[in-house]
């Protein structure tokens, strides 16, 4: 089976001077802000928060430069020490960590751990556009947006945002069915925001912005280089803070009533950019994913992967809990791949991989939540599978089956398919049930055509393990 990748085209801007910035004085009025209702504590974004943290820095590779550290620490904590004080909570940390990648891509978690890309600071301009997405960035989390979100839906899980950090993994045929309009993904709440919280974010940023002495319309400019990059693809930050319509016009609006001092260029951001360009450059998101995938060796190579040996399900279980309402049991040597958007895979070591230019899985399962829309299993099956053949062109029916997943009664059909990693016989097996808010949980599980007989009963002990628990 296969999955879309995400790749992004970085475009390298020109070297140009800061400029240099004139008081912007004005009649002192902004956008009065109000942060929404929450239901979780402040104590749960930290402990949301941390818990991803420590995985993205498990994860993901960091620049670890003095000089850059103590400039990116000092740009933020001036951001940080702005937030106005009905916004600031005591339990929050802001910290502020460079990733060496070169996509333009920044995130937060909810908190306060924020994580820049390399690529971000070297297509930047001046430091007032990095503070622009950094001022962006801590308005998320000042306003508490992801639980903020959590608490409109009914669920929310923090793990996933790991796929889309990781970046390379983007979606799959499931996670491109959630993305569809689902409000139940696994762990969409963090990884897009709503138009109305962008808006929020933007204006609270240039709030923060005026009042740490940066000009609010670098913010929007920085918008504008990140818009610009990727060549017809959407960026990764993009995706996930929408533009909320007319964002230019509003943060150039919001700036004109605020009253700005602009600290003086220092010179320091274009040393840090000089050294940081000086680096081997930035590996991809793709590359990166790739290296995990090969034990964390060789950085970019592009062994081929068809030879990777995958061993055999082992007969010891694990379980893992990717959802509020999901609990999932498989074989111990099969790990957690959080599959950007939407879809957690579950794989042996060489088991989900590269190769030519998208993210495949030959073995294990991948679970996925779609939008129901006839409320017939059958039915909504039928699109679930039509939707994959769109994506897998060779995919053929071998016939449905009755079944059971987690005790609840369910559909499984079979599949043959033609592997794009090996190009060799593959069966997949989609098992689909009912969730009580009408949409469908879905469980594809993938295996060589020669293997399977060693995976069917892997695969049925994990369709009967499964815990769904929602209400
Ligand atoms: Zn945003």
Known sequence: MTSRTCSSVVSRLTLTLACTLAVVAG????????????????????????????????EM???????????????????????????????????F???????????????????????MIEAAKSEAEVAGVMGHEISHVALRHGTAQATKGQKFQLGAILGQVAGAVVGGTA???????????LGTYFLKYSREYESQADLLGAQILARAGYDPRQMANMFKTIEAQGGGRQPEWMSSHPNPGNRYEAINREAAMLRVEARGDTGEFQAVRGRLTAMSPAPSAEEIAKNRGNGGSGAGGSAPRAAVRVEPPSTTQRTYKPGDFLRVTVPANWSQVNSGEGGVTYAPEGGYVEANGRSAFTHGVQFGVAQGVSGNLQRDTEQLLQNFARSNPNLRSRGSRRDSLGGRSGLTTVLANTSDVSGRPELVSVSTTQLRNGNMLFLIAVAPEEEYDNYEGAFQRVRQGLQITDR
Do not use: C
Request: no cysteine; hydrophobic share 40%.
């Open 175 to 185: 996670g491109a069915i959630i993305a569809q309009g689902s409000q139940f993904g």
């Open 97 to 119: 960590e460079v990733v060496n990648q070169k996509e333009i891509n920044a995130f937060a978690l909810p908190g306060g751990p924020m994580f820049l890309n390399r690529g």
């Open 61 to 95: 590779p960091l620049v670890r430069d003095g000089a850059v550290d103590e400039w990116v620490q000092s740009v933020g904590r001036r951001l940080a020490n702005a937030i106005p004080p009905e916004f600031q909570h005591k339990e929050f940390n802001y910290t």
């Open 27 to 58: 009649p002192s009025v902004q956008t009065r802000i109000v942060a929404d209702k929450n239901k979780y504590t402040p104590a749960d974004d930290v402990k949301l928060g941390r818990e991803a943290a420590a995985q993205v820095r498990k």
